[in-house]
């Protein structure tokens, strides 16, 4: 099950079998239904997770309405940041968007791997760095875009995504209504 994690990690650093062997050992694999919720307002954070298969999406809710903070597909992962690495409960939930298989890993085995491997820091420094990297685009596309900007920027980058999320996750993920996504699409219809 851990086959594309081993493949991504060679693209960032060649991955020892010694390694191989403790993630296949302290990554458990787990399977959830569509709409399970994997994580809730108020939980402490306590495992990475990647998909292995299917969709997950992070929320949190602002003012009584949910607002999408993060997609996730097959071969990316999540957590709640700043739960999983201060200990405390976080605000946001994590729901399965289709059955998905999800590949997790707790904070305690996580951190032996860091102490007992320092071979592994390296990589695990790079897979945090592309996920930040990915947050800090959001944030970029939320301050900086116009409306059609940040609607034509999400569908050339994630077409997978638009195809397999309702319209009104991506609308609170872009920051926008449904009303502007749909005047969007017209307007880039007619040209």
């Not at 296949?24 to 809730?40: A, G, Q, S, W």
């Not at 607002?67 to 605000?91: A, H, I």
């Not at 034509?152 to 996750?169: A, E, G, N, T």
Request: hydrophobic share 35%; charged share 30%.
């Amino acid at each position: 099950m851990l086959e594309n994690l081993f493949k991504y990690i060679n693209t960032i650093r060649p991955i020892t079998d010694e390694i191989k062997e403790v993630l296949t050992r302290d990554f458990e694999i787990i399977e959830v239904p569509k709409k399970h919720m994997i994580l809730k307002d108020g939980q402490v954070c306590d495992y990475i997770f990647i998909v292995v298969k299917g969709l997950l999406r992070k929320y949190y809710i602002k003012d009584g309405e949910e607002v999408c903070s993060l997609f996730m597909d097959e071969n990316r992962l999540t957590m709640c940041v700043n739960s999983f690495y201060n200990r405390t409960p976080g605000y946001e939930y994590i729901e399965a968007m289709e059955p998905s298989t999800i590949a997790r890993i707790h904070y305690t085995k996580l951190q032996n791997i860091y102490k007992e491997h320092e071979y592994f820091n390296y990589i695990a420094r790079v897979i945090t760095e592309q996920y930040f990297i990915r947050s800090e685009e959001r944030l970029y596309l939320l301050r900086k875009q116009s409306a059609e900007e940040r609607y034509v920027y999400f569908v050339d980058h994630y077409p997978s995504i638009m195809q397999r999320v309702p319209l009104k996750y991506i609308a609170t993920y872009l920051g926008l209504t449904l009303e502007t996504i749909s005047r969007i699409r017209k307007k880039l219809s007619e040209r």
